[in-house]
């Protein structure tokens, strides 16, 4: 029977040289390289040509690891990436399963749970774990209300009149109303109630709730397109 062929990639060397030591004890696994960077291990996988890639998420760039996925994946896409990982509650992991990892191991797991999962995704076998999942479902529902929050505010900026889109630019830009005013030649008054009339529109109580939403449809674009 043909051995799993697997790459180790991690920044540390104790890290690396532990993951071979006890991978190479097992029969079935078959450790044919390592790697100390992102960079490194794009370069392994096409030399190499691994089965199973254990990949840190975290070397010569704080997402080294699941850009080394993405590339990896593009030019060798029957290649299984496990991530490596300090713990659990890792910020960068919902982005490696979209990159095409496969699972994740916490670098304190026991052996067994490494050579298992090595073993399980080399079959296409998918074993998420719970906290994964909820992670994975709650980040969707997020990133579904940002985008009704985008074509919300999308609706309103193409509803507001030419002069409530220059206060609105105004403020994004962090100019205050007695700048505004004197910019414009009108009153702070003036502006005041051109600025009930967006928040009007956008239905919210002020402008740091306005500037909130427009950070999130990133409005400088849009101001370039305007102009």
Do not use: W
């Not at 073993?119 to 992670?135: D, H, Q, S």
């Not at 220059?166 to 403020?171: A, P, T, Y």
């Amino acid at each position: 029977m043909d051995k799993i062929k697997v790459l180790i990639v991690d920044d540390m060397k104790d890290i690396r040289e532990y993951f071979s030591m006890i991978l190479s004890k097992e029969a079935d696994l078959e450790v044919v390289g390592i790697a100390s960077s992102g960079l490194e291990a794009i370069q392994c996988a096409k030399e190499l040509n691994p089965d199973v890639i254990l990949m840190d998420i975290q070397m010569e760039t704080r997402t080294a690891g699941i850009d080394a996925t993405n590339a990896i994946k593009t030019i060798k896409p029957n290649i299984r990436v496990v991530i490596l990982t300090i713990h659990e509650e890792d910020e960068f992991l919902f982005q490696a399963y979209c990159a095409g990892v496969m699972d994740y191991i916490v670098k304190t797991d026991s052996i067994t749970q490494i050579i298992n999962s090595i073993r399980n995704v080399y079959i296409n076998k998918l074993m998420l774990r719970p906290n994964i999942a909820e992670k994975i479902i709650d980040e969707f529902t997020r990133l579904k209300t940002q985008q009704k929050s985008l074509l919300y505010a999308f609706h309103i900026i193409s509803k507001l009149t030419n002069s409530e889109f220059e206060i609105l630019k105004c403020f994004y830009e962090g100019n205050s109303y007695k700048t505004i005013a004197e910019t414009r030649f009108v009153s702070q008054a003036t502006i005041k109630s051109q600025v009930n009339s967006i928040l009007k529109k956008f239905e919210m109580k002020n402008m740091k709730d306005v500037i909130k939403l427009l950070n999130l449809v990133n409005f400088s674009e849009i101001i370039k397109d305007r102009y």
